[in-house]
């Protein structure tokens, strides 16, 4: 188990500490200006270019995640914001294993917004079930580290109840929460113009 050294508590509690809480600060042009980023796109694509040419990881481009933003526009936002957290931040965590594990984060494969949709075994409790479903799926469909699996297994934490064990599932559970917030106040308007395939 990774025990978190000084600096390492001190960055956590300058990102977990919501007390300071400024609702302007989630600027809604920051997905925009990411998604533009032709070295993050590069990013993408050198760690990942299996994943975002696959073509079931295309298919989360017909599911809704948030607002009128898809499952694969919200797994391409968590990508680029952990990238972005982790440079801003200066965290050091191993960038390929945390894009690979943001990109399959959700990698559930079913409309959560339905019920009766195959695969959607627990339809009122999605939040605490699909990083095991997820989990599963990318496990069956990529080959993936065991850093990769836990970014997956614990991005949903504090509904995981264990917390990530590591800097890359900190950073891509604390990206996830900000692109979730800023796709679910419906911040964010339009599609994804970047071509990552």
């Given at each position: 188990?990774?025990?978190?050294?000084?600096?390492?508590?001190?960055?956590?509690?300058?990102?977990?500490?919501?007390?300071?809480?400024?609702?302007?600060?989630?600027?809604?042009?920051?997905?925009?200006e990411l998604e533009a980023d032709e070295e993050y796109k590069e990013l993408l694509i050198k760690h990942a270019a299996d994943i975002l040419s696959s073509e079931k990881f295309l298919t989360l481009k017909t599911f809704i995640q948030h607002g009128n933003v898809t499952v694969f526009e919200h797994c391409i936002h968590v990508a680029l914001c952990a990238i972005k957290l982790n440079r801003?931040?200066?965290?050091?965590?191993?960038?390929?294993?945390?894009?690979?594990?943001?990109?399959?984060?959700?990698?559930?494969?079913?409309?959560?917004?339905?019920?009766?949709?195959?695969?959607?075994?627990?339809?009122?409790?999605?939040?605490?079930y699909h990083p095991g479903i997820a989990l599963k799926n990318a496990t069956r469909?990529?080959?993936?580290?065991?850093?990769?699996?836990?970014?997956?297994?614990?991005?949903?934490?504090?509904?995981?109840?264990?917390?990530?064990?590591?800097?890359?599932?900190?950073?891509?559970c604390m990206a996830d929460k900000y692109a979730s917030t800023l796709e679910t106040l419906k911040l964010k308007k339009g599609k994804i113009r970047v071509n990552y395939a």
């Open positions: 188990m990774h025990r978190f050294d000084r600096e390492e508590r001190e960055i956590l509690r300058r990102v977990l500490d919501i007390r300071g809480y400024d609702s302007n600060a989630f600027d809604p042009e920051i997905l925009n801003k931040l200066g965290i050091n965590a191993k960038e390929r294993q945390m894009v690979r594990g943001a990109l399959l984060h959700d990698y559930f494969l079913y409309d959560w917004h339905d019920g009766e949709a195959p695969g959607n075994i627990h339809p009122k409790l999605h939040g605490f469909d990529f080959s993936l580290s065991e850093r990769e699996k836990e970014i997956i297994r614990k991005h949903m934490w504090p509904l995981t109840v264990k917390p990530p064990r590591c800097r890359e599932a900190w950073v891509v």
